[in-house]
Nanobody
C-alpha cells in the first residue's frame, strides 16, 4: 500500500508556471511507476504524464509536451510536475498516482491503482 499527498496547486494567469509535488509514503513507494492525472469539470480523468521507477523514462500527452516536465527524487520519495506556459484549458484537479510495485508501465492509465486527494489548478485568462 502507498499513500500519496499532493501540494502546489493554485490560481495563476495564462503563461505563468506552477510546480506540483507529491510525497509518497509506504514501504515500496520508490519501486513504483508514478504519474499525474487531471480531471476538468465535466470531463473524464486523463493521464497527463508518467515516469518510470528510475526516472529515466517519461510519458506525456500531446497537449502538454514541451510545457510540462515530470521528475522524481527517490531519496525524498517525491514526484514533481513542473508546469510552464499554463493555459486556461489546463484548469483541473490534478492527482498524483502510483502503479503497483515492481511494475514499470508508466504510460497506460489503467496501470495506476493508488491516488492522492488532488490539488486544484486554475488558470485564468
Amino acid at each position: 500500500q502507498v499513500q500519496l499527498a499532493e501540494s502546489g496547486g493554485g490560481l495563476v494567469m495564462t503563461g505563468e508556471s506552477l510546480r506540483l509535488s507529491c510525497v509518497a509514503s509506504g514501504r515500496t513507494s520508490n519501486t513504483r511507476p508514478m504519474g499525474w492525472f487531471r480531471q476538468a469539470p465535466g470531463k473524464e480523468r486523463e493521464l497527463v504524464a508518467g515516469i518510470s521507477v528510475s526516472g529515466a523514462s517519461t510519458y506525456y500527452i500531446d497537449s502538454v509536451k514541451d510545457r510540462f516536465t515530470i521528475s522524481r527524487d527517490n531519496a525524498k520519495s517525491t514526484v514533481y510536475l513542473q508546469m510552464n506556459n499554463l493555459r486556461p484549458e489546463d484548469t483541473a484537479v490534478y492527482y498524483c498516482a502510483a502503479a503497483p510495485a515492481l511494475t514499470d508501465n508508466y504510460s497506460r492509465d489503467s496501470n495506476f491503482r493508488y491516488w492522492g486527494q488532488g490539488t486544484q489548478v486554475t488558470v485564468s485568462s
